[in-house]
T-cell receptor
């Protein structure tokens, strides 16, 4: 079945550092790819998405590019802030049939001032 | 903008009791999803509904059932509760379509004593 693998955390960085969280996927079709963020005690918020190969999703300084050749969707941000501290989930949804989300295991990010 | 509303936010039950979780999707969204997130884990898909009909089923125990009503709100009914059912239960809603993102509620935290 479909699966998503994220780099293991937790990840701790200093403010203004460069961030990369790796995400790779396995899917039988051509999925849509998503990054969700979960702040403590809250639900999941959509951060960005990409629906086809070479699409770049971006939001709030975060970016991720849909790489079909490497089946990857790595999350990047050039300069992180303390407010970016949260758990980040990479997820996929098949484009045909069932559209449930399949999540990676999540990466806890802590940004120190 | 209106978001997905879940109630209650917190629920404490004892083993073998029953529980009902409610979800009110974003207006005009026709698809509802339920997910279960154990402590420190990624959300796992339980079940989904499209236009009041079950559209997909995941790892939902037989003790659980769900439905979507004519006003599109959904309820997750859980019986014979077990300690392992303690988790965050999220509802998400979306428009039908391969690229439509799912929008999550803040979840119901269910604790089984």
């Amino acid at each position: 079945g479909d699966s998503v693998t994220q780099m293991e955390g937790p990840v701790t960085l200093s403010e203004e550092a460069f961030l990369t969280i790796n995400c790779t996927y396995t899917a039988t079709g051509y999925p849509s790819l998503f990054w969700y963020v979960q702040y403590p005690g809250e639900g999941l918020q959509l951060l960005l998405k990409a629906t086809k190969a070479d699409d770049k999703g971006s939001n709030k300084g975060f970016e991720a590019t849909y790489r079909k050749e490497t089946t990857s969707f790595h999350l990047e941000k050039g300069s992180v802030q303390v407010s970016d501290s949260a758990v980040y989930f990479c997820a996929l949804s098949e484009n045909q049939g069932a559209q449930k989300l399949v999540f990676g295991q999540g990466t806890r990010l802590t940004i120190n001032p | 903008a209106a978001g997905v509303i879940q109630s209650p936010r917190h629920l404490i039950k004892e083993k073998r009791e029953t529980a009902t979780l409610k979800c009110y999707p974003i207006p005009r969204h026709d698809t509802v999803y339920w997910y279960q997130q154990g402590p420190g884990q990624d959300p796992q898909f339980l079940i989904s509904f499209y236009e009041k009909m079950q559209s997909d089923k995941g790892s939902i125990p037989d003790r659980f059932s769900a439905q979507q009503f004519s006003d599109y709100h959904s309820e997750l009914n859980m019986s014979s509760l077990e300690l392992g059912d303690s988790a965050l239960y999220f509802c998400a809603s979306s428009l039908r379509g391969s690229n439509q993102p799912q929008h999550f509620g803040d979840g119901t935290r269910l604790s089984i004593l």
